[in-house]
């Protein structure tokens, strides 16, 4: 069974910076692409960024400019570098990763919480 494990989130301030950091454990898997989603109450998830096993990149409009997302394809793990915060960036944010293992699943991580002060 895959997990994926996320770290890094917290309280900063507005104009501050945090990372993000998820890595999935298991055997036997290969990961296709890998990416971020947030969550606020009451909405629905919505995609932050997202990149693939050869680096093409997708990002939200609202976060263009000031997170970029990174993936070690050998250590399995991908990184959210999240900079310029914004206290509108407040959300739990969850690790995605489209993973074969026998047959391909959609995998989520357990959620870390991002809170952005004014």
């Known amino acids: 069974q895959v997990q994926l494990v996320e770290s890094g989130g917290g309280l900063v301030q507005a104009g501050g910076s945090l990372r993000l950091s998820c890595a999935a454990s298991?055997?036997?898997?290969?990961?296709?692409?890998m990416g971020w989603y947030r969550q606020a109450p009451g909405k629905q998830r919505e995609l932050v960024a997202s990149?693939?096993?050869?680096?093409?990149?997708t990002y939200a409009d609202s976060v263009k400019g000031r997170f970029t997302i990174s993936r070690d394809n050998a250590k399995a793990t991908v990184d959210l570098q999240m900079n310029s915060l914004k206290p509108e960036d407040t959300d739990v944010y969850y690790c995605?990763?489209?993973?074969?293992?026998?047959?391909?699943?959609?995998?989520w991580g357990q959620g870390t919480q991002v809170t952005v002060s004014s």
């Open positions: 995605n990763a489209v993973i074969t293992q026998l047959r391909t699943s959609v995998y």
């Open positions: 298991g055997t036997g898997f290969s990961i296709n692409t």
């Open positions: 990149i693939t096993r050869v680096g093409i990149t």
